[in-house]
């Protein structure tokens, strides 16, 4: 290689160069696009905490702007492969939805679906961008392992300040709650973030074999915060993604075309639920096992159910407005509360309410059409965990949980893309994500 390097002819800079720097520019665009959107997610994740609006809104213009420079300032040289299907045009309507009811004045409020259009915008953003960074299994992997370790490190802070905050974000900032979990104050939205990064390193270590340590250790780290977070949907489906990955490898196991060594991975498959339960043995099971012994687990939650199927039986095929349902909820309150409802604690629920049931579609449809290859891909796993979660929580409205999510969607449209688009047999065969030695 050396050689060959050192044999290169070295070229005057001349306008005869202009097409090779513009070559240059396209082949590094994906990796420039994925770094600033990596710290982006970051960002809007390490400040879930704040409740101004500077915070959000920043996250969104620089989506915005990633996804503009992208488009505009001729960095495309050549025509980039996208994932293909009706998917990802169902992705990119979202938005438009709550365009058509301002327009069509059947919001109850515009400025909250203007808000609301904003957010969705974002979404979308980062779904389009992850499918620019995701074209390849290397491009995919890489992505995947910074979400992992940023994922990792913020459960090492969970663990830290759990017992020790006081309810201080970073041990300094003030956050309204006895509690916080990471920059989280509210222990379902973080866990539904650890639901995301946990299959990525449980698949990791199965594929790796004897080198998988550091992947058992960043499962163990996220399966202990998700415990001593106390949530018990969390729990549960931390959990269940845990056995879910094992199950997988024991089928594939004997499957020549995976590349898995049996030996290590056996060991590793082993290794798993010891790891984890060591460390939730660490950080404790009162927590949690306090909150499995309430009556009713689905306080409140029934009521604010309740409230929004009666608004979608009114408006069926519109809604109220994206964005609307805390000011429209009062009307149809079965029981009152001594606290503000900002969410019905059911995203599938609040769509029909705000959108009605064609947005609910938009929404829920891209993420059911990926549930196969979420099964094959063991990393994606993740995306079916939260979609459940969304049936008792509020996973959507936070970029923080959502945007790792159009992150992920993304990527697994583009493993579902390459995988199956170069050969006619190709959807007979696994997806290049589980086999550790199929080239990119």
């Known amino acids: ?6 044999a290169l002819k070295i070229k005057p800079i001349d306008g005869e160069l202009a097409p090779n720097r513009t070559a240059f520019d396209a082949r590094s665009a994906p990796l420039q696009v994925g770094v600033c959107l990596s710290l982006l997610l970051a960002f809007t994740t390490a400040t879930v905490f704040v409740r101004d609006a500077w915070a959000l809104q920043a996250f969104q213009i620089g989506i915005f702007v990633l996804v503009a420079v992208y488009l505009l300032a ?9 994932a293909g299907g009706v998917t990802p045009w169902l992705v990119y309507l979202i938005p438009l939805w709550g365009v058509l009811q301002i327009v069509l004045h059947t919001t109850a409020s515009s400025m909250e679906t203007r808000l609301s259009v904003l957010k969705w915008g974002a979404l979308v953003g980062v779904f389009f961008l992850s499918q620019i960074i995701g074209h390849t299994r290397t491009a995919r992997r890489n992505v995947l392992s910074a979400f992992l370790i940023f994922a990792s490190a913020m459960a090492v802070l969970c663990l ?8 201080r974000v970073l041990w300094l900032f003030p956050s309204g709650y006895p509690e916080v979990f990471g920059t989280f104050q509210y222990a379902n939205n973080y866990v539904q973030f650890v639901e995301l990064a946990l299959p990525i ?4 270590a199965m594929k790796e074999g004897w080198h998988s340590w550091r992947y058992l250790l960043a499962g163990g780290i996220l399966y202990a915060s998700a415990i001593a977070s106390a949530s018990r949907a969390g729990a549960v489906l931390c959990t269940a993604e845990m056995l879910a990955i094992l199950l997988i490898g024991l089928v594939k196991l004997r499957d020549p075309e995976t590349g ?3 030996r290590s991975t056996v060991a590793v498959l082993a290794a798993i639920p010891i790891l984890a339960a060591a460390f939730t043995v660490a950080v404790g099971w009162e927590r949690i096992l306090v909150r499995f012994q309430q009556d009713d687990p689905y306080t409140t939650r029934r009521e604010f159910f309740s409230a929004a199927v009666d608004m979608t039986k009114q408006h069926p095929l519109m809604g109220y407005g994206l964005g609307t349902f805390p000011e429209v909820y009062q009307r149809y309150a079965i029981k009152d509360f001594p606290f503000y409802v900002n969410h019905a604690h059911n995203d599938w629920a609040e769509f029909a309410a705000d959108g ?3 947005f609910l579609l938009l929404v829920l449809i891209p993420f059911v059409a990926v549930l196969r290859d979420a099964v094959r891909n063991g990393w ?12 008792m929580d509020y996973p959507f409205p936070r970029p923080a949980v959502s945007g790792w999510m159009y992150l992920l969607l993304g990527l697994l449209c583009m493993a579902k893309t390459t995988s199956y688009g170069h050969h006619p047999l190709a959807a007979t065969t696994l997806p290049d994500e589980f086999n550790p030695h199929q080239s990119a």
């Open 201 to 204: 390193a449980l698949w990791r």
């Open 260 to 262: 898995l060594p049996s």
């Open 356 to 358: 009605g049931v064609p």
């Open 74 to 82: 001729g960095i495309r040289g050549r025509k980039e492969q996208l």
């Open 380 to 391: 994606a796993l993740g995306l079916i965990a939260v979609l459940l979660h969304a049936c």
């Open 160 to 167: 830290m300040q759990i017992f020790t905050s006081q309810g």
């Open 1 to 6: 290689m050396w050689r060959k390097l050192l």
